[in-house]
């Protein structure tokens, strides 16, 4: 694909962009993406069916520790008091770092508790349900902050000089953000001029938003390293490097503030002439962004599993309350706009519990590429959990907005709503925000497709070697094409519950017609497909909905099987619901795939830019 990034077509600084993000995509794995087969029309069941459970001894160990994590949150972490102060203290510091929770992956040989991702994300997803900043403290520590590339890149050395110390309790922060660099991190101006021959780096910059940067003593800092010339051309270099607060010339500038996670700490940092030796670069010289991906790509499971237990923690709270609270004749949960909401919270926490489950397990196996299946976790569960939050302020009505302090001032139950919800808004833009996983699973969804292209289009291969790539997609189009059209499932298991079955082979079926989908859009947009953003979304979302569905199916079957008249019934159900619910919307986006409106709306969007609207903004007092 770099190879045939066109300059000229798209414009220099979004071409290098592109260029950047291009080379630091990871490649290789032993296990192919059940979600990049489904995009291709190539269902593996095998992958799914049976549905994989969390081994018992790995589950022993996470069922003791959270039973000792449970009192020490109630007793020692006041939610509603870290919202009001913004302050978690160093004594509560303390005491998470003592129950080991500032080392949950870190290998035992470190000191840290060597749990396994899958319990690692049970234990962030309890604090999550108690206080949302602390979880977010341990979470941007060691889902993306230092121990987790060291994990992945580390020198041997550097994992026995750094590792133990987090495992005690020292704090570290992961810095990419910067002031003009969001989601494009290709334009980063943080450099890093390296000194005396090599041995040093000196970095410069600021980096904005950093989680735990205002309070944590080693940083993993994303900078720009001198380019590397390759066939001719300036490549960008992104490096990584450990940083240590107490390096002179690292400053705080400001403590940020915001909406939600009143207790993070948060902010804006600034580097001038900070000397770090070069053995603090991890993985290598230009590896920076890749090592940011790629620690984003399985760091990026956390969230999602936070934001499921929170929504549990929605779900109690409007059973709850529907139950107690009587308006017009009858408890509002028997009125069909609130029963609604509640069956549409059940059945989609079971869709997010099944595909943490079956993301987590295939992390903890890591021989599965799985960075599709942890994007569509991430943008599935946190938009769904967005709107059951939503829901639960709803459902409580006015108790909904009123704060948990308020509420038990006089003398109600502090059920805090309006902060979960507050808290929860943030998940659908860090770690990649909705639209970017968008834009990240349609690029690897036609990843096969793009490569065949490259080959073909690529002007540094030589004309043969072109020719014979034409030659070979040919055949492989004239024998994939027609596949695309012709329904023969693979679904095997004849004890498969009836009704999950049929959503099971919809979606079979279905993963042929987006294939077919997909394959027409490149056809007919080809490199003007990267801007047609609403009919690539709508694929997207097609390929999560029939991802989400058959995890939960497969989900439900698995606890069919174990007790068929019981919690099987019932997860059947929910499976039945949620699968319903999601064909309805797989039509919709099939039916306006192609949606004349889209170009309208863009002309109405752009013309709003460009102030032919501004009589609507008459009468008001801007608030900034
Ligand atoms: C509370 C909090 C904690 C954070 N923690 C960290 C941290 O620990 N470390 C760190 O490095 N960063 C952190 N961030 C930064 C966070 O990751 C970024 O805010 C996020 O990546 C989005 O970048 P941005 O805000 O600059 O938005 P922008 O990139 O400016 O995007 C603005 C909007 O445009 C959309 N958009 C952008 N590009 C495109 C496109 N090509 N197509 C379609 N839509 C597009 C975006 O989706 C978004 O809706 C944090 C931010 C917050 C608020």
């Not at 996670?261 to 290598?284: A, M, R, Y």
Request: glycine residues 8%; aromatic residues 8%.
């Amino acid at each position: 694909m770099d190879d045939i990034i066109d300059e000229k077509k798209m414009g220099k600084e979004k071409a290098k962009s592109l260029s950047v993000a291009e080379q630091a995509r990871e490649t290789e794995w032993t296990l192919p993406s059940f979600v990049q087969q489904l995009f291709n029309g190539n269902v593996h069941w095998e992958h799914l069916l049976p549905f994989a459970q969390q081994d018992e001894a790995d589950k022993k160990i996470g069922d003791e520790f959270l039973l000792r994590l449970e009192p020490f949150l109630k007793e020692n972490l006041d939610p509603d008091l870290i919202d009001q102060t913004g302050d978690i203290t160093e004594e509560q510091l303390k005491g998470l770092a003592d129950l080991g929770l500032f080392g949950i992956k870190i290998p035992k040989k470190y000191g840290g508790l060597g749990m396994s991702k899958f319990n690692y994300n049970r234990i962030v997803g309890m604090v999550a349900s108690h206080c949302a900043s602390t979880a977010v403290y341990l979470s941007a520590h060691q889902s993306i902050g230092v121990p987790q590339p060291l994990l992945l890149f580390g020198t041997e050395e550097q994992k026995q000089k750094y590792l133990p110390r987090f495992a005690k309790g020292e704090i570290s922060a992961f810095a990419l953000t910067e002031p003009n660099v969001g989601s494009d991190p290709a334009q980063m101006s943080t450099i890093a001029t390296p000194i005396d021959g090599g041995e040093s780096y000196l970095i410069n910059g600021e980096k904005l938003w950093c989680t735990n940067g205002t309070r944590a003593d080693v940083l993993i800092v994303m900078a720009q390293t001198p380019p590397k010339v390759v066939n001719g051309k300036e490549r960008k270099q992104i490096t990584a490097f450990i940083v240590e607060k107490t390096m002179p010339g690292f400053e705080i500038l400001h403590r940020c503030s915001f909406m939600g996670l009143h207790g993070i700490q948060n902010g804006l940092l600034k580097f001038t002439d900070v000397k770090v030796p070069k053995e603090n670069i991890i993985w290598g010289l230009g590896k920076g962004l890749k090592l940011a991906l790629t620690t984003l790509n399985t760091g990026r499971l956390t969230i999602p599993a936070a934001a499921t237990a929170v929504g549990r923690v929605c779900l109690k709270v409007s059973k709850d309350w529907s139950n107690e609270r009587c308006q017009w004749g009858s408890k509002i949960g028997e009125h069909e706009a609130v029963a609604s909401k509640l069956s549409f919270m059940a059945s989609n926490l079971f869709t997010m519990d099944s595909v943490n489950q079956f993301t987590s397990i295939a992390a903890d196996k890591g021989n599965m590429d799985i960075r599709l299946e942890a994007a569509i976790a991430k943008l599935y569960c946190t938009e769904a959990s967005w709107t059951i939050a939503d829901e639960t302020v709803q459902i409580r009505g006015g108790r909904g907005y009123e704060s948990s302090p308020s509420l038990k001032a006089r003398g109600e139950l502090g059920i805090p709503a309006e902060r979960i919800l507050r808290d929860a808004r943030i998940n659908t833009i860090i770690e990649g925000t909705s639209e970017i996983m968008r834009l990240f699973i349609s690029r690897e969804a036609m990843d096969d497709h793009v490569r065949r292209i490259t080959m073909i289009l690529s002007p540094k291969r030589s004309l043969v070697q072109r020719f014979i790539s034409v030659i070979k997609s040919t055949f492989h189009y004239a024998l994939w094409y027609p596949k695309q059209w012709i329904y023969i499932t693979r679904l095997g298991h004849s004890s498969l519950d009836p009704t999950l079955k049929k959503h099971l082979k919809y979606v079979d079926k279905t993963s042929h017609k987006l294939a077919r989908n997909l394959f027409h859009v490149m056809a007919i947009y080809q490199q003007g497909l990267e801007k047609k953003q609403q009919v690539l979304f709508r694929l997207v979302d097609i390929g999560m909905y029939l991802f989400t569905m058959a995890t939960t199916c497969a989900n439900a079957q698995r606890l069919m099987e174990e007790d068929p008249e019981g919690e099987g019934l019932k997860a059947k159900n929910l499976a039945d619901l949620y699968c319903r619910e999601a064909k309805k919307k797989i039509k919709a986006r099939f039916t306006y795939l192609f949606d004349k409106d889209d170009k309208f709306s863009y002309k109405i969007a752009q013309e709003v830019l460009d102030g032919n609207y501004d009589w609507m903004e008459n009468d008001i007092i801007l608030p900034y």
